[in-house]
């Protein structure tokens, strides 16, 4: 592939990234609009745990596709640090993968950080 292909994969592999934080993030405002208004306090069990079933698959969902879409853009890295002769862009992005690494620990953290968060609010 030439450069301009592998750009234009790069960044759809960063569109993929972010997008994958969308529908998480409007799971994480319902319950914390929930909980910050004290619903789950008189909610059924049943309720808070289907609660807690859709923030989990949402994003455990989420973390498959990001991770998914960063394993593709390491490899993309591989094919950016072939070229022979590259833009000052296409070396950058070809550097960082360092930044892609800490970006999957991140997103794997951050998620199981964010659930524990979700189940305190939710169960009390």
């Given at each position: 592939?030439?450069?301009?292909?592998?750009?234009?994969?790069w960044?759809?592999?960063?569109t993929?990234?972010?997008?994958?934080?969308?529908?998480?993030?409007?799971?994480?405002?319902?319950?914390?609009?929930?909980?910050?208004?004290?619903?789950f306090?008189?909610?059924?069990?049943?309720?808070?745990?289907?609660?807690?079933g859709?923030?989990?698959?949402?994003?455990?969902?989420?973390?498959?596709?990001?991770?998914?879409?960063?394993?593709?853009?390491?490899?993309?890295?591989v094919?950016?640090?072939?070229l022979?002769?590259?833009?000052?862009?296409?070396?950058?992005?070809?550097?960082s993968?360092?930044?892609?690494?800490?970006?999957?620990?991140?997103?794997?953290?951050?998620?199981?950080?964010?659930?524990?968060?979700?189940?305190?609010?939710?169960?009390?």
């Amino acid at each position: 592939m030439d450069e301009k292909t592998l750009l234009k994969l790069w960044n759809e592999k960063r569109t993929q990234i972010i997008t994958a934080q969308i529908s998480p993030a409007l799971v994480l405002i319902g319950v914390m609009a929930l909980a910050a208004t004290g619903k789950f306090a008189d909610a059924s069990d049943s309720a808070k745990y289907l609660a807690l079933g859709v923030a989990a698959v949402t994003g455990i969902l989420a973390m498959i596709s990001q991770y998914a879409a960063i394993r593709e853009a390491e490899a993309l890295i591989v094919d950016l640090n072939r070229l022979e002769k590259s833009s000052a862009l296409a070396a950058k992005i070809a550097d960082s993968r360092g930044l892609l690494s800490l970006s999957a620990i991140a997103i794997v953290g951050m998620g199981i950080a964010i659930f524990a968060l979700v189940t305190w609010a939710v169960l009390g």
